[in-house]
């Protein structure tokens, strides 16, 4: 079969998401909802893709061809509905003999084994395939007809159907694949506006087919893939069952996911056999987590990669850039940043590591900072291997300390250690005999004996 193609509509404004943002750039587990359509299309190997937005839509043909860059991105001027939209992507499929997918921009959950079964209808001899479903409550869609033979030959849209039409509750999911595209622009042209809504309606496309003696058949998918996010209460229900998908991937894995409802993953996170999290954590996009690595508990990772074996938290913040190579230990309240922490490193309590490298099986003290900035531009810290950096200490970058070096608690350190050598740079600590006793005295006895 030559190249399918996946025309995907975006050019409705969403007005009930009450949003400055185009609707179909509403994120979902990290993700615009018009990239998981891309990305849904590319795993079911529908290469081609034609974006049709509507005008100002500038940023999302930008998002479109961020995840499918070669992509063609066609302009619909005025909303004359989906055959219009179809329409103005005609360039792109005009006289072809490949397979042509229409797809919603705000249909996010579409899973591409569904895409899948409606190329296979395809080449099995199908001209025209809908992905129905079976809607507990049908209004608003479209109600997919069929003959006495059981054969697709038509959909009724809500507000062209007659009562007995609109108690069908098998309804049309919006998305329709056409054998080739040639045979699509022959079916397009012959559609009219005359309608309720007075739109051009693509699913029109389904008598005339059928009236042509081509075949016409239907592809059932459950209601939660096809689900259309048309608000934000919506775009929260996608959330939840992309979350449901991406939980049960990551213990399919070999994850084990103590409380999986408290665990937000995106699109993209890697996790690996044996990894362990627990309760609350939250995965920002970009992140890779190896075999065998342990999150515990109120973690917020983003872009970041977790070696194997490695432990992170409870209450640890990896911001973009850290790299935790096998066994390093990063521990609770420690953020660290655009820095590596290399095999066997301990960074284990309230620590800022930002622009720096942290040597092997090095020990990084509470409360030890990284003081990278200074208010213009960023510097780098690098500690050795084996260092042992004392509590408290704050390391002026640029900074290097050595191999095997010791810095004393409590530093402030602004030049290079060498390696194996002690820094200290804090003031001298001097006693005095007795002088708390003579201090309780003056002040007329002490008050805890
Ligand atoms: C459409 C289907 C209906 C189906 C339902 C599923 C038609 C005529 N009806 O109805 O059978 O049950 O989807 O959700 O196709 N769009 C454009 N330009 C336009 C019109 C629409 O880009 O001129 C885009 C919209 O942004 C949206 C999609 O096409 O992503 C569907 O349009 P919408 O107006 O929501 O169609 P429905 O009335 O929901
Ligand atoms: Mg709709």
Redesign the pocket.
Known sequence: MTQALAVV??????TRMKSDLP??LHQLAGAPMLAHVLMAAGSAGVSRAAL???SGMDAVAEAGLSVAPDAQVFL?Q????????VK?AAPAYGSASGPVIVL????PLLRPETLRAVLGELDAGADLVVIGFEAADPT????LLFDDKSRLSG?R??KDATTAERALTL????I?AFRSGAGLSGLIARIGNENA?R??????AVALAYQDGLQTRVVLSNGEE?L?V?SRSELSVAESLMQRRLRTAAMEQGATLVAPDTVFFSFDTVVGRDVFIEPNVFFAPGVVIEDGATIRGFCHLEKCQVGAGAKVGPFARLRPGAQLAAGAQVGNFVEVKNATVAEGAKVNHLTYIGDASVGPKANIGAGTITCNYDGFAKYRTEIGAGAFVGSNSSLVAPVKIGDGAYVGSGSVISKDVPNDALALSRPKQEERLGWAEKARHERGGDKSK
Do not use: P
């Open positions: 509509l975006a050019a409705g404004k969403g609707k179909v049709v937005v509507g619909q005025e909303q004359m509905g989906t055959a219009d939209a103005a919603y921009g705000d249909t608003g869609y479209g109600r959909i849209e809500e309804c049309n999911s919006g329709m809504k739109e051009f309606y693509l699913t029109d096809v259309g048309n």
